[in-house]
């Protein structure tokens, strides 16, 4: 019978995890090699790998804790702890932020809560912390998202909460001090080289000379990105978007394998060579969470995945990436943003007694009640029109103690499904059954 029961699990990933990579498996086979190497390496590699298969396991259980309009806000999509990190925002300011907005969709916020617990406990076990301690880490995550929400149900304004230079504790302060100390000069040095006294693109493995045809495109692409940039935070500066290069763009981490990129530098904030900027064009892909609920309002509502992407970080995110925008190339939607110098991970692999993820994990739960509560009536968008934190406050009204247990539980089963998820994963890769092989 566990035979029996192993089998189908097996055949369930494999299912899911073919059906959502398919199309970008026939285009770029090396790219989802590599993808599926990375995923192969521990039980959390594929966890970032799978929110397909996340998405399939939650959108059929029964729910009873998403009730008065908590059942459809808008939702990270991929909320796991690595998806948090450093950026420089539009007011000029470093903050520490949930990022990586590529899976945003509309769905219950516990989602997001369930994906974050289930992180949480694999990055524990992989730790070897206890499971009481995994249980207390999960509880406090979720007690701090929940006394954010409270805030925001007292307070007159959904974004007056950032993790900044001045608020930053322990790790998180290690981080954003390690983006202070950076440079945009080192990053063009890194990707650049002079020709002639103009920047160009440097080459290497990853980067690609586009054909007179595919260029064309990309470039008519660029210039109708300009056009989705909103006037409030469009530069007024004659130069900034004057266009130096572009070149095509692979080697992305595991959730980005196989969509096409591109590269465009543009001249930027002056004509001193060290201020010129560089934006990544991405384009963008089916959020796992789509594929498994109900998506004719919604879809209707955008352009294309790259429209998707767009309006769903500008929902979530306060104050977005100024060049933050989206295009067409053909008929696939595109994401256009910085490729920011000032951007640090968080680096979890220097964060491992219980009492250092505490503190992290405290701040990147209200990070997470920001997201949600700050994406409702009050941002730039109609598809979720009333008081997130009022939904989420009524539909735990009186049962709080009973949701963070059943996070803690929930979670630290998943993580278990996980693991023995990823065995089966890398038994079927090897043999060759996940659509790709392995060599």
């Known amino acids: 019978m566990a035979k029996a029961r192993t089998s189908t699990r097996t055949d369930t990933i494999i ?17 989802f090699r590599a993808k599926y190497r990375k995923m192969a390496r521990d039980p959390h590699a594929f966890y970032r790998g799978t929110a397909c298969l996340f998405f399939h ?67 524990a ?114 130069l900034f978007y004057e266009l130096r290069d572009v070149v095509g763009k692979s080697g992305f981490g595991i959730g980005s394998a196989g969509l096409p990129a591109y590269n465009v530098l543009v001249e930027g904030y002056s004509q001193a060579l060290d201020n010129d900027v560089v934006l990544s064009m991405k384009q963008a892909n089916v959020p796992a969470v789509s594929r498994f609920v109900d998506t004719s309002e919604v879809d209707a509502y955008f352009e294309h995945e790259g429209h998707r992407t767009v309006v769903s970080q500008r929902a979530l995110q306060v104050h977005t990436d100024p060049l933050l925008g989206h295009t067409r190339v053909g008929d696939i939607g595109f994401v ?32 997470t009640a920001k997201i949600h509560c700050a994406s409702d009536e009050d941002s730039q968008q109609d598809l979720v029109d009333f008081q997130v934190e009022q939904a989420i406050a009524a539909s735990l009204q009186g049962r709080r103690k009973d949701y963070v247990s059943w996070l803690c539980d929930w979670g630290i089963a998943y993580a278990v499904r996980v693991r023995e998820d990823h065995a089966l994963f890398v038994d079927a890769f090897r043999e060759g059954r996940v659509g790709i092989a392995a060599t």
């Open 15 to 31: 299912e899911v995890v073919r059906e959502a990579f398919a199309p970008l498996m026939r285009t770029d086979p090396a790219a």
């Open 336 to 367: 256009v943003a910085e490729v920011s110098p000032y951007e640090v991970d968080l680096d979890w692999d220097e964060i491992n007694e219980p009492a250092d993820m505490r503190a992290v994990v405290e701040l990147l739960g209200r990070a």
């Open 57 to 123: 396991d939650v959108t059929s259980e029964t729910d009873d804790w998403s009730r008065h309009g908590a059942e459809r806000i808008w939702i990270h999509g991929d909320l796991h702890v690595e998806n948090f990190g450093t950026y420089l925002n539009s007011d000029g300011r470093l903050v520490f932020d949930v990022n990586d907005f590529d899976e945003a969709y509309l769905g219950r916020f516990t989602w997001d809560l369930q994906r974050f617990a289930a992180s949480l406990a694999l990055v």
């Open 125 to 238: 076990w992989q730790k070897a912390l206890p499971e009481e301690a995994v249980r207390k880490l999960i509880a406090h995550y979720a007690r701090s998202y929940l006394s954010q929400v409270n805030h925001y149900v007292d307070s007159d304004t959904d974004d007056d909460f950032e993790i900044t230079l001045d608020t930053a504790t322990g790790p998180v302060l290690v981080a954003l001090e390690e983006a202070r100390a950076m440079r945009r000069a080192e990053l063009l040095d890194g990707m650049t080289l002079m020709t002639k006294g103009v920047r160009r693109f440097s080459e290497d493995d990853s980067v690609r000379r586009l054909g007179r045809e595919e260029r064309a495109s990309v470039v008519a692409a660029f210039r109708d990105y300009l056009e989705t940039i909103p006037s409030s935070k469009r530069f007024d500066r004659a």
